[in-house]
């Protein structure tokens, strides 16, 4: 048997979990308090002296005790508890995992060794009773959430777990081609004149992005994770096997390449806006025609970021939210009770329609007090809807990022080429009436 994984054990006979209160390694039994660099001298010191590994969590079997045949890479593998002697199978990703038995944490050291251990980690520093005071704070904030999701919801599971990111960093170069306008209004007798300016505008631009994030965990949902941003890359620390000790974690399951095309289309959305919002000034009216954008001297960090996950069920639906283990942030989409909006709007429409009614009879002059209640009364309705609609838009918050303008340095920007060629004006004529005022 091969050992290949870590526990932090104690001189109580418990196991040492990461405290996010006092970011160092904490035992839930006797409350003794340990940074890993102290932990390592002594098990470095006990393993010179007595020959004993204590950080020694479990051992990985070489051969499946079921079949007698040699665990395969990428087979799932079985390992036995060293506190307990039970087995552990985790999954393919796991990293860190508790004894089903003994609830002894481990790191699957073996995981995070070589190529594949993660050059930084955020340790976790939002604890799981802020995350539920958050989660209720969301769901009581927002409209017309159901009252029996509160009391029917069931919260399956709140978890903190280390979800493995890439960060790119690396330079932007592109061309950008605009149609930009000028548009003033002049009047002339009973007609309106506006004319249209148009310039055929060109940058030729630079910039860079640093730590631009994407999940590299196929269980974990894309909108989800780039909903929780930002993560302080600043804050970053080297990774070190204490701080999963205790928490889930899982490695990367989809590689570097895969990931290309999600930061290209973020940072191209941010290229041209930067370029439009930086250089180009002076217009009524920007439109992109096209644009061409390189990217280069590419470097890859391989990260772990903390995020809490809430599953609750209601109504035989799953309700997923994640909460941001550095700043807090919660996302996710909640249920709406439509039959509860439709007949708010229909109670508020009703005082809208005392203000509405009269404006249309002022407004349609010759009009009869029917036919002004008509339009008056439907449009105070609509106006109702829409503000209700507003209302419920916040039961949504999880949606893919589409900017990186977080991660832009602001300082790179510049310019090689800026070109403003007046290309055509184009005059449009609207007659007024008389009586228009």
Same mark, same amino acid.
């Given at each position: 048997?091969?050992?290949?994984?870590?526990?932090?054990?104690?001189?109580? /006979?418990?196991?040492?979990?990461?405290?996010?209160?006092?970011?160092?390694?904490?035992?839930?039994?006797?409350?003794?308090?340990? $940074?890993?660099?102290?932990?390592?001298? *002594?098990? =470095?010191?006990?393993?010179?002296?007595?020959?004993?590994?204590?950080?020694?969590? /479990?051992?990985?079997?070489?051969?499946?005790?079921?079949?007698?045949?040699?665990?395969?890479?990428?087979?799932?593998?079985?390992?036995?508890?060293?506190? +307990?002697?039970?087995?552990?199978?985790?999954?393919?990703?796991?990293?860190?995992?508790?004894?089903?038995?003994?609830?002894?944490?481990?790191?699957?050291?073996?995981? %995070?060794? /070589?190529?594949?251990?993660?050059? &930084?980690?955020?340790?976790?520093?939002?604890?799981?009773?802020?995350?539920?005071?958050?989660?209720?704070?969301?769901?009581?904030?927002?409209?017309?959430?159901?009252?029996?999701?509160?009391?029917?919801?069931?919260?399956?599971?709140?978890?903190? !777990?280390?979800?493995?990111?890439?960060?790119?960093?690396?330079? =932007?170069?592109?061309? &950008?081609?605009?149609? +930009?306008?000028? !548009?003033?209004?002049?009047?002339?007798?009973?007609?309106?004149?506006?004319?249209?300016?148009?310039?055929?505008?060109?940058? @030729?631009?630079?910039?860079?992005?640093?730590?631009?994030?994407?999940?590299?965990?196929?269980?974990?949902?894309?909108?989800?994770?780039?909903?929780?941003?930002?993560?302080?890359?600043?804050?970053?620390?080297?990774?070190?096997?204490?701080?999963?000790?205790?928490?889930?974690?899982?490695?990367?399951?989809?590689?570097?390449?895969?990931?290309?095309?999600?930061?290209?289309?973020?940072?191209?959305?941010?290229? %041209?806006?930067?370029?439009?919002?930086?250089?180009?000034?002076?217009?009524?009216? %920007?439109?992109?025609?096209? $644009?061409?954008?390189?990217?280069?001297?590419?470097?890859?960090?391989?990260? *772990?970021?903390?995020?809490?996950? !809430?599953?609750?069920?209601?109504?035989?639906?799953?309700?997923?939210?994640?909460?941001?283990?550095?700043?807090?942030?919660?996302?996710?989409?909640?249920?709406?009770?439509?039959?509860?909006?439709?007949?708010?709007?229909?109670?508020?429409?009703?005082?809208?329609?005392? !203000? +509405?009614?009269? =404006?249309? @009879?002022?407004?349609?002059?010759?009009?009869?007090?029917?036919?002004? /209640?008509?339009?008056?009364?439907?449009?105070?309705?609509?106006?109702?809807?829409?503000?209700?609609?507003? *209302? &419920?838009?916040?039961?949504? $918050?999880?949606?893919?990022?589409?900017?990186?303008?977080?991660?832009?340095?602001?300082?790179?920007?510049?310019? =090689?080429?800026?070109?403003?060629?007046?290309?055509?004006?184009?005059?449009?004529?609207?007659?007024?009436?008389?009586?228009?005022?």
């Amino acid at each position: 048997m091969t050992s290949n994984s870590e526990r932090f054990k104690c001189q109580c /006979g418990g196991t040492y979990e990461f405290d996010i209160k006092t970011q160092m390694l904490k035992c839930p039994f006797c409350d003794s308090v340990i $940074s890993q660099e102290e932990y390592d001298a *002594m098990a =470095a010191k006990k393993l010179a002296e007595d020959n004993i590994d204590v950080k020694d969590g /479990g051992s990985r079997l070489d051969i499946d005790p079921e079949t007698g045949e040699a665990f395969q890479e990428g087979q799932q593998e079985t390992y036995i508890c060293k506190s +307990c002697g039970g087995a552990i199978t985790p999954a393919l990703t796991s990293i860190s995992e508790k004894c089903p038995f003994c609830d002894s944490p481990i790191v699957l050291s073996g995981k %995070v060794s /070589g190529e594949a251990q993660p050059d &930084v980690i955020i340790p976790f520093k939002f604890d799981q009773k802020k995350v539920q005071e958050a989660y209720t704070k969301h769901v009581t904030s927002k409209h017309f959430v159901p009252k029996s999701f509160n009391s029917e919801a069931r919260k399956k599971e709140i978890q903190g !777990i280390y979800v493995p990111f890439w960060l790119l960093s690396c330079k =932007a170069d592109g061309e &950008v081609n605009l149609d +930009c306008q000028k !548009i003033t209004t002049t009047r002339q007798a009973n007609q309106e004149i506006t004319t249209h300016e148009h310039y055929d505008v060109y940058r @030729k631009s630079h910039m860079e992005f640093t730590d631009l994030p994407a999940d590299a965990s196929k269980e974990m949902d894309d909108d989800l994770m780039d909903s929780i941003e930002p993560f302080d890359t600043a804050e970053a620390l080297a990774f070190r096997t204490a701080y999963v000790s205790g928490f889930a974690a899982t490695k990367y399951d989809v590689g570097v390449e895969e990931s290309y095309p999600r930061f290209e289309k973020r940072m191209k959305e941010t290229f %041209v806006k930067a370029v439009i919002d930086k250089s180009v000034k002076g217009y009524d009216k %920007v439109d992109v025609v096209d $644009s061409q954008i390189d990217f280069s001297d590419r470097s890859i960090k391989y990260a *772990m970021f903390p995020v809490w996950i !809430i599953k609750n069920q209601w109504n035989g639906k799953d309700f997923i939210f994640a909460v941001n283990g550095q700043t807090g942030k919660l996302v996710g989409n909640l249920p709406t009770d439509w039959g509860r909006m439709f007949t708010s709007a229909g109670i508020w429409s009703v005082p809208a329609a005392a !203000i +509405c009614i009269p =404006a249309a @009879k002022f407004l349609l002059e010759n009009s009869e007090w029917t036919g002004a /209640g008509i339009i008056g009364f439907l449009v105070a309705l609509v106006l109702s809807l829409i503000v209700h609609f507003v *209302m &419920v838009s916040g039961n949504t $918050s999880v949606a893919d990022a589409t900017q990186a303008d977080g991660y832009l340095d602001q300082e790179s920007f510049s310019n =090689a080429v800026e070109r403003d060629k007046y290309s055509r004006t184009e005059r449009q004529v609207r007659t007024i009436s008389t009586s228009a005022k």
